[in-house]
């Protein structure tokens, strides 16, 4: 009866995902849910890590009204947790973790996403591979929308393509940047780092905070999730244009591209920066999909959560967030891989042999350095975002030389790193792919990478930051202690 029961409710809802979903969709859908049913009986744990996919009514298209009907439940949720487990202990603190970065300390609630450390992000439950296969996309079968995941991430549920379009609309009416942000990067030398210019657009965004306005005015507690919506829907939305801004006026002389209001988020933003060409755009969507969010203990999103539990607004928290991502341990670390690859080229040539390049990786290696793109703080396994950009290369430039050394790359380095017994992760990561894929198709200035990180990042700094004023989460405040204090502590602990 059980069998039979679960093909009736399977056949319910087959037929009414099939009238709000393109082939592709339709199709990772089917996938998904027969997933869930060979689970079936399965311990909990295993069914729960593939998730039946709630699709929403083509129909109801207002991200705000979504968001404000979902805000209720998930307050009395937080509630419960808190009243029913608050006390309950998520692991030890050792030395090792006050002094070593906080690495492996539980110590943050994000909802938006999760990192497992062998399967890689999941995104409100969703793999990178099962996005690509429910998010609509620009065209069937392209890659997916990023304004999908951003409303995946705000609701935990996969919109329609409808939804999507509705939500695209809504940005491209967000994307009007006032003249005193220009001014304010004009200026800066134009020779400043293209991340210096871009968080000072962002900081220059923040004069139309409708939060500030909102809180100076005595707004309610319980209402400070509306304003923060408001401010993170317009940076989300405007960011590309600062972005292409900063781009068109350190490498092209200065002239703007307007936007585009046929195009989607992704697609615009690449049509901003000068490339109309139809593979940079699916890139562009691809990028910021898998860019935008990476659970909340990274150096980025965890600054934009701090920052904002203060009360700052989502300018001034996200403006924080990239100061975090500029650094060379995180964000900027993009910029780093396609200048080492450029210089294993420029010494070696584009036919480097695997035994060159074991030299070449060993030589950078002794002089003190990295090699840039390898290893993660968190996974022990190939990051899911460089496998999907390497799909991406294999389906659109197989015979890229670059592309080839990467692939080679992937050959040579982890050994390495792995006989030298010093990393936990020897595996590449996203950036170690992404600058290869932006310099096929012409974006070679390393330099600017970053901002391209930067304007992916917003949507899930942007969407957490949402559901911290939903939920009302307090200010972060964590205990520091003094080097004398864990002497004086561990002592005591040993005798």
Request: hydrophobic letters at 40%; charged letters at 20%; proline letters at 6%.
């Amino acid at each position: 009866m059980a069998f039979f029961r679960t093909v009736t409710k399977l056949r319910s809802r087959l037929v009414s995902l099939r009238r709000n979903s393109d082939s592709r969709r339709f199709a990772g859908i089917i996938c998904l849910m027969a997933s869930d049913f060979a689970l079936q009986g399965q311990p909990s744990s295993l069914r729960d890590s593939v998730r039946c996919l709630q699709t929403q009514a083509s129909s109801d298209l207002d991200l705000h009204s979504q968001l404000k009907e979902l805000i209720p439940e998930q307050q009395e949720r937080l509630k419960k947790l808190k009243k029913e487990h608050g006390k309950v202990q998520l692991g030890t603190i050792t030395v090792d973790m006050v002094i070593g970065g906080m690495r492996g300390m539980t110590g943050l609630l994000w909802e938006t996403s999760l990192l497992d450390p062998d399967e890689g992000i999941r995104f409100r439950g969703l793999s990178i591979p099962e996005c690509q296969k429910v998010l609509p996309g620009a065209t069937p079968g392209g890659e997916p929308l990023p304004e999908g995941l951003l409303w995946l991430l705000l609701t935990g549920k996969v919109p329609s393509k409808e939804q999507v379009d509705a939500l695209s609309s809504e940005l491209r009416s967000r994307a009007k940047v006032p003249d005193y942000v220009f001014k304010a990067i004009d200026a800066l030398p134009v020779g400043a780092h293209p991340m210096t210019q871009f968080t000072t657009g962002v900081m220059a965004l923040q004069v139309q905070s409708e939060f500030q306005k909102a809180y100076d005015k005595g707004l309610p507690k319980s209402r400070y999730w509306e304003p923060t919506y408001e401010d993170s829907l317009s940076l989300i939305a405007q960011l590309p244009v600062v972005a292409s801004y900063v781009y068109r006026r350190i490498y092209k002389g200065g002239r703007m591209i307007p936007v585009d209001d046929s195009l989607d988020y992704g697609g615009n933003f690449s049509h901003l920066l000068g490339f109309d060409d139809h593979k940079m755009q699916e890139l562009m969507r691809l990028y910021v999909t898998i860019h935008s969010d990476h659970e909340g203990g990274n150096v980025s999103a965890h600054t934009g959560h701090l920052v904002a539990s203060a009360l700052s607004d989502p300018f001034l928290s996200f403006a924080a967030a990239l100061n975090g991502l500029a650094g060379p341990l995180h964000g900027l670390a993009n910029q780093e891989v396609l200048l080492w690859i450029k210089s294993v080229v420029d010494e070696c040539g584009e036919n480097i042999t695997k035994d060159q390049l074991k030299d070449y990786v060993w030589k950078t290696l002794n002089s003190g350095k990295v090699v840039p793109g390898f290893g993660h703080g968190v996974l022990r396994k190939t990051d899911p975002r460089y496998t999907c950009q390497r799909e991406f290369a294999l389906k659109h430039l197989p015979d890229d030389p670059l592309f080839q050394l990467v692939s080679k790359l992937y050959d040579v380095v982890p050994p390495i790193l792995t006989e030298l017994g010093k990393v936990k992760n020897p595996w590449p990561n996203v950036d170690a792919h992404s600058g290869v894929l932006l310099n096929h198709f012409g974006l070679t200035e390393a330099r600017y990478f970053t901002v391209l990180f930067g304007v992916s990042r917003s949507i899930g700094i942007g969407s957490q930051l949402i559901w911290d004023r939903a939920l009302g989460l307090p200010l972060e405040r964590p205990k520091s202690v003094t080097m004398e204090s864990l002497e004086s502590f561990c002592k005591k602990a040993a005798s």
